[in-house]
């Protein structure tokens, strides 16, 4: 079992869908949690960032992370064509004293239909 | 992309031969981080650094070399390219490490042939 599983999609949904994307993973020790977004031929950049449990809002983005069942989601309202990108999922722990440690997803390719 | 930089961006090179790429930044972060991406593996760890001078590494480093002289720049090398090294490699950066998250520049497409 792969340390951090990300279905690669491709999805494709309608211009103004709700998008979930998710990541599971099995290192009970994650702590911080991040989804960057990659748009073709580009570097990652990152969209959110959130430490331990619970849930973070920024803009038509929201992240989630559920602890317990090792399970980290992101949504996206309102979806627009520029959200087409592959996206990825992060994690590390504070063991990682030098963020020698994030691992990362494989990414799920996203496409917004207009 | 955060003030970072690579370069060159695109380079094809035939087995054997050597290869450097290099990261400027421009943000004074202290740590700096070589990245692979290939299809399927999401981004793996080459090498990493903690400080000027202060290098060490990641999950595939066999193969690969750094230098760092200056905060601002890290220097990845492939002392005799091979086709496997065909990637698109990326290099990051951070403030603190851990409770900071890494910034990742424009990356290099690199094909050995």
């Known amino acids: 079992q792969k340390e951090v599983e990300q279905d690669p999609g491709p999805l494709s949904v309608p211009e103004g869908a709700i998008v979930s994307l998710n990541c599971t993973y099995s290192n009970s020790a994650f702590q911080y949690f991040m989804w960057y977004r990659q748009y073709s031929r580009k570097g990652p950049e990152l969209l959110m960032y959130t430490y331990s449990s619970g849930n973070k809002e920024d803009g038509r983005f929201t992240a989630q992370v559920d602890k317990s069942s090792k399970y980290i989601s992101l949504f996206i309202r309102d979806s627009q064509p520029s959200d087409s990108a592959t996206y990825l999922c992060a994690m590390t722990s504070l063991r990682d004293n030098y963020g020698q440690n994030f691992v990362f997803g494989p990414g799920t390719r996203l496409s917004v239909l207009p | ?113």
């Open chain 2, 1 to 113: 992309d955060a003030g970072i930089t690579q370069s060159p961006r695109h380079k094809v090179t035939e087995t054997g031969t050597p290869v450097t790429l290099r990261c400027h930044q421009t943000e004074n972060h202290r740590y700096m981080y070589w990245y692979r991406q290939d299809p399927g593996h999401g981004l793996r760890l080459i090498h990493y650094s903690y400080g000027v001078k202060d290098t060490d590494k990641g999950e595939v480093s066999d193969g690969y070399s750094v230098s760092r002289s200056k905060t601002e720049d890290f220097l990845l090398t492939l002392e005799s390219a091979t086709s496997s090294q065909t990637s698109v490699y990326f290099c990051a950066i951070s403030r603190t490490g851990v409770t900071d998250t890494q910034y990742f520049g424009p990356g290099t497409r690199l094909t050995v042939l």
